[in-house]
């Protein structure tokens, strides 16, 4: 018959080996990577196209590729940061991520506002290629976002007219009016005797509603989203310039992120932009033209032999960009001479 002090000695036999076993079960399993909430600063209205249909299905694709590893807020309409501010909210860590205009803090990014030269950029898809091009040719255009982790690049569709009181047919028509658009569009409207009222695209609703403009300047793309066809009555399509923009990550989030999830970003953004981000205003162009078209107006295309007028107003506004750029030290000639032989290239 076993003693209690036998018992004991074999219970402690048999216990210790298995809290043993159970210890070094404990360190060998993997421990789950916690999950990364980082947050993404626009200014797009949430039902607006780029939002919809490229920010959240990129967004969705890495989180699913990140075994939800890595997942991505959106803070859309300027509920984090107002427009203008986006950039340096990212440099700053105010938020991870944000689309930001370059134009929206003139003449911080010299070299980049070549895009929005009068008459440049075809089409989005053109823009966007042609940007992206120029930032992997010049390490001069790359130094310009150094204080952040660049996602991607793109540009919007050209911009056209859209006006409160009267339609633009010719040039002598545009004279003296104040249009409400980016600060990237005013080379284009100046060199035509515009008056150019800048500002965010958020705010220029409000502008032409209340008549400190006489209408806007502004894409297809964005016309639907901002309501713009509330405010104007007559429209215009003449393709003056296109806005640059890039996407940017805070380059201390961007570090701190497990190398395995920087491939998951870098190939998934790759893959989708700035492709989707193109597709999506391009979509968006047809649905507001719709809207106007069921509103009883007309769209007014200015044709060929009057567009040559408009176009030639542009070669002294990209002299003098030039000029300023080589006076900076900046290779404003070459990256313009490379900007212009890229498009050509461009459908």
């Not at 043993?20 to 421990?31: C, D, E, M, N, Q």
């Not at 944000?98 to 980049?112: E, Q």
């Not at 965010?200 to 806007?216: L, R």
């Not at 961007?254 to 491939?263: E, I, R, T, Y």
Request: some cysteine; proline content about 6%; aromatic content about 10%.
């Amino acid at each position: 018959m076993k003693t209690k002090k036998t018992l004991t000695l074999t219970a402690s036999l048999f216990f210790i080996p298995l809290l043993a076993l159970l210890l070094v079960a404990a360190l060998s399993t993997p421990t789950l990577a916690k999950s990364i909430e980082l947050s993404f600063a626009s200014h797009v209205p949430p039902k607006a196209a780029p939002y919809v249909n490229a920010f959240i299905p990129w967004a969705k694709e890495i989180e699913k590729r990140t075994n939800g590893q890595v997942k991505i807020k959106f803070y859309v309409a300027q509920t984090l940061v107002k427009a203008r501010d986006s950039y340096d909210a990212v440099k700053n860590g105010i938020a991870d991520i944000s689309w930001v205009m370059y134009s929206w803090t003139p003449g911080r990014f010299p070299l980049t506002s070549v895009m929005e030269l009068p008459y440049l950029v075809k089409s989005t898809f053109a823009g966007a290629n042609v940007l992206t091009k120029l930032f992997e040719k010049f390490p001069e255009m790359r130094a310009e976002v150094k204080e952040t982790h660049l996602l991607w690049s793109w540009t919007t569709m050209p911009y056209e007219l859209h006006t409160v009181k009267k339609s633009i047919r010719k040039l002598e028509d545009i004279k003296g009016m104040k249009l409400a658009t980016q600060p990237g569009a005013r080379a284009a409207l100046e060199a035509l005797g515009a008056v150019p009222v800048t500002m965010p695209t958020p705010n220029i609703y409000q502008t032409v509603e209340k008549g400190v403009a006489d209408g806007s300047a502004l894409a297809w793309g964005a016309f639907k989203a901002f309501k713009i066809y509330e405010v104007t009555n007559y429209h215009t399509d003449i393709h003056l310039a296109a806005m640059a923009y890039g996407t940017v990550m805070n380059k201390n989030t961007w570090n701190k992120l497990p190398k395995d999830a920087q491939k998951v970003i870098t190939e998934v953004t790759k893959e989708m932009m700035p492709y989707a981000n193109c597709a999506a205003v391009s979509a968006e162009k047809e649905v507001g033209k719709k809207i106007v078209r069921e509103l009883g107006r007309k769209i007014y295309v200015i044709p060929p032999k009057e567009r040559a007028r408009w176009i030639a107003t542009a070669q002294p506004e990209a002299d003098k960009w030039v000029k300023a750029m080589e006076a900076k030290g900046l290779p404003g000639r070459a990256v313009l001479d490379e900007a212009q032989r890229l498009m050509k290239l461009e459908p």
